[in-house]
């Protein structure tokens, strides 16, 4: 804290000005989702080789297993109950393991600042509200549309750890189905079904409705990093006497929260953004705290949570948790089995 007092004191540009938050957290958002786009790019090409439609040799690019939140919840139960690593999809677990620990410290910050599918929902609520739709859904009837998401995490969860003991657990995690799982999965974009389409066709018509509908109603690892967000210490804290009541911070939050009518912000729809606090008008009437005794400036939680999520990722790669251990000839033989043509 004496550090950044000093770095105050000379007013330095980012610690001083809250109000480029927002392009930070886009910048952010944007890097990350680019590299999800080029990983996806990549396992295009792995596919292609792996299904023998081309001989050209593209190495299979761990970060995929990011689109593979199943399996890597399975992973979870088996790394809970047995210690055991997955060694299929371990940078899915990895970044699961990530997106937790992010939630316990920064709450939601996995979905406010590196989830592509947080930018996608918050570029809809825009076009949406360009087009005079993008209604905010706040209130007490909001309510019946959050059990969604908590009714589909509550399915997964009582599958796989309840329905599921630990010898079938691990009999998925080294099933053909798991280890071809991610190509069904690109599949599933490049040539969806009827029903399919007509999801996330409604999907996005909804999101153009309703502001940021997926993240607020529907994605049910959302609603578990929510959960978890409920023991972290840090919060968002309102002084009402240097307020200026102008709700600024209520109509930008993503989560829909009525954040100008509370003292502090505690509840699982915070994704920690900090976007209220990049717009509020009054210096130091907004800003997040640890256990409502260390006031933090908001841009070291973006800092936080990015650093903790790279963090994650080198330290799987160097103890060899990052990349699987599957050799690629038996990648392709799978693929060539249950997806080849």
């Not at 000093?6 to 330095?12: A, G």
């Not at 929260?257 to 953004?273: F, L, M, Q």
Request: net charge positive.
């Amino acid at each position: 804290m004496i550090f950044v007092d000093k770095l105050k004191e000379k007013k330095v540009l980012f610690l001083d000005d809250w109000k480029g938050l927002t392009v930070a957290r886009k910048v952010v958002q944007c890097t990350f989702t680019l590299y999800s786009i080029y990983i996806g790019y990549k396992f295009y090409h792995f596919y292609l080789w792996a299904t023998g439609q081309s001989q050209i040799y593209v190495p299979r690019p761990p970060s995929v297993e990011a689109f593979l939140p199943i399996s890597a919840l399975v992973g979870l139960k088996q790394f809970i109950f047995t210690g055991i690593y997955d060694f299929v999809h371990p940078a899915g677990l990895t970044i699961l393991l990530a997106a937790l620990a992010i939630s316990l410290l920064f709450r939601r910050g996995f979905c406010g600042w590196i989830c592509p599918i947080g930018l996608l929902s918050e570029i809809l609520d825009w076009v949406g509200r360009k087009i005079g739709l993008g209604f905010k859904f706040i209130g007490l009837y909001v309510y019946p549309l959050y059990s969604i998401k908590y009714l589909l995490l509550g399915f997964f969860i009582y599958m796989i750890f309840w329905k599921m003991d630990i010898g079938q657990t691990m009999a998925f995690l080294k099933s053909p189905y798991n280890l071809v799982v991610d190509g069904k999965m690109l599949l599933f974009f490049l040539e969806p079904g009827r029903i399919s389409l007509l999801v996330l066709t409604g999907l996005i018509v909804l999101s153009l409705i309703v502001r940021n509908f997926w993240c607020r109603f529907a994605c049910p690892y959302g609603a578990l990093l929510g959960i978890i967000a409920f023991l972290s210490p840090l919060y968002m804290r309102r002084d009402d006497k240097k307020c200026a009541h102008c709700k600024r911070c209520s109509e930008v939050c993503p989560g829909g929260i009525d954040v100008s009518s509370r003292s502090s912000v505690r509840v699982a729809e915070c994704i920690g953004c900090m976007e209220c606090a990049g717009v509020c008008p009054e210096k130091e009437c907004l800003e997040p705290v640890i256990a409502g005794r260390i006031s933090l400036n908001p841009y070291i939680v973006g800092l936080g949570v990015v650093l903790l999520f790279l963090g994650a990722w080198l330290a799987a790669f160097l103890t060899g948790h990052w990349d699987n251990h599957v050799p690629a000839y038996m990648w392709r033989r799978f693929y060539m089995l249950f997806m080849g043509r």
